[in-house]
């Protein structure tokens, strides 16, 4: 996990980043009746179960800080080191952090090690397709590819699972890349994309920025991508992957 990054980016990032309840709902179902759950990757608490016992695992200090009061007792460490006994939990849950792991064989190996049963897993398929804010960043296709996991590696690491889409409403509580598909003038705000690690990772972001601005001036984004208006959600490559071990 990169640790580094999201001390830089975590300043603020609880209130950018609030879980959306239809994204928490089909984590909830896909915990079935886990009591004891391992959150790795926990940031400031996103989608921890209220009535669960969790235990929070996050590397990053200044997301541990953000921490609400009354969640999740947190541990800082990595997903590649858990520092648990076997079969601690009853289910290991994470919620886009796979892509920061420095080791995926060794994180998903800790996973199965410290789970008695279910993981649930929150990623994005690199495959699943273009989404219209590439054409304005088009950089960030290629993190994708360079670091998200496919869908045949969950496979290859945890064995039989089950690889369900994860809709994005249009009105997207938690803002990470794609949760603004519906508002574009959104990605304009600087606030918005300091809780987008993409948006730290790629070089010639004020390019895209300006062509988008310019874009939605005229009405060449309309033009372009307005029949999403009319949509109450899409499929934009988000994926919920569960492992019943």
């Not at 990757?41 to 200090?61: F, H, I, Q, W």
């Not at 088009?138 to 998200?148: N, W």
Request: hydrophobic share 40%; proline share 7%.
């Amino acid at each position: 996990m990169n640790a580094p990054l999201y001390d830089t980016i975590g300043l603020d990032y609880a209130n950018l980043r609030r879980p959306d309840p239809r994204i928490a709902a089909a984590i909830e179902t896909a915990l079935g009746d886990a009591r004891k759950v391992l959150n790795v990757g926990a940031g400031a608490g996103s989608y921890e179960p209220s009535d669960r016992e969790v235990t929070a695992l996050e590397p990053s200090a200044e997301m541990i800080a953000q921490r609400p009061a009354g969640a999740a007792p947190c541990v800082q460490g990595v997903a590649e080191a858990l520092p648990f006994e076997d079969d601690s939990f009853d289910a290991v849950m994470g919620v886009m952090t796979v892509h920061h792991w420095t080791d995926r064989a060794a994180g998903f190996a800790e996973l199965r090690r410290v789970s008695r049963g279910t993981i649930v897993l929150c990623t994005f398929d690199p495959l699943a397709g273009v989404q219209w804010v590439l054409d304005y960043f088009p950089e960030m296709a290629e993190l994708d590819r360079q670091f998200m996991p496919t869908m045949e590696e969950y496979v290859e690491r945890l064995g039989a699972v089950e690889i369900s889409p994860l809709p994005v409403p249009h009105d997207c509580t938690d803002g990470f890349l794609y949760a603004y598909w519906r508002r574009p003038e959104a990605y304009l705000d600087p606030l918005v994309r300091k809780a987008i690690s993409s948006f730290w990772l790629i070089e010639r972001v004020e390019e895209g920025l300006e062509r988008l601005k310019a874009d939605l001036a005229d009405g060449t984004w309309k033009a372009r991508y307005g029949h999403l208006l009319g949509r109450d959600s899409i499929d934009a490559g988000y994926r919920l992957v569960v492992s019943r071990g």
